[in-house]
């Protein structure tokens, strides 16, 4: 998403620059006023109709000075004056189109357009910046395979798994195997309600090698469900609510609960303790 953002920004930035190319060279390239429409101009215009005979021959013709009609063209010879008056106005043209580029040039590097470059400088600084920065976020194999990185999948697969498998638990901890045979707890992973135990079970492989390397206690849970904690025992009413206690929607064959009548129901000692459950059940066999 955020590439296809960044995309956009920059197309936005080129369409800005091209926009400020042409509003320059419109502005450098056009006369101050535009094309004038008396002298110069009408001449220019009358004789260019004259020459490319869309205006007839007994037309009037507009003087250079005044701009007013005045005779016709009735014979071949005026009409090649004013095919030679063409030229001269089409060189008088050009002249003056090309003073109108010096002068706008002039005005358009005075300072009274400073502004101007200043955004020139500012749009060119952007789209550098925008190339830059995806230069530098965008990984070198996107879009080899299409738009993602498809090198991301070997590299995901290379890091070391951080969840333990139950076998890797259950090779020292027999006993819970056993209680856990005929539980409905056999679903439960030991990470469930343990941690992860990364830790853990390096210390118990290198006390596998030397006897007199310390494994440390397992810690109490500290009620946060994404705890940082390695190794933990869970003795907490919550941990055992998060599935049992009864919600819309759970299926009716789930052993679900209301946690106020359940615990009235059952007699339980101290129905605010954490550990209320654990007066009738145990966390690897509850014995339902």
Known sequence: MFVIVLFGLMIAV?????????????????????????????????????????????????????????????????????????EDIRDSLHDYRASAFRMNAAVLFSRDARHLRILAVLIVAAGAGALFVRSQIVPPAFGERGPYRAAALEENAAFPSVLQADAKCLSCHAEVQEERAESPHQAVLCMHCHGNGRQHMADAALAAEDPDHAIPPAEEWDGDFLTKADLFITHDRATCLSCHMSVVGMPSNFRSINVAEHLEEQGAEDIESSSVCFECHTGHSPGF
């Open 14 to 86: 080129l369409a800005a620059i091209a926009v400020f190319i042409l509003v320059f060279i419109e502005v450098a390239a056009a006369g101050p006023g535009g094309l004038p429409t008396t002298g110069t101009g009408r001449r220019f215009e009358a004789a260019t109709r004259v020459q490319h005979g869309s205006l007839p021959q007994e037309a009037p013709v507009v003087t250079a000075d005044t701009g007013t009609s005045s005779g016709t063209f009735s014979n071949a010879a005026e009409t090649s004056v004013v095919r030679r008056q063409v």
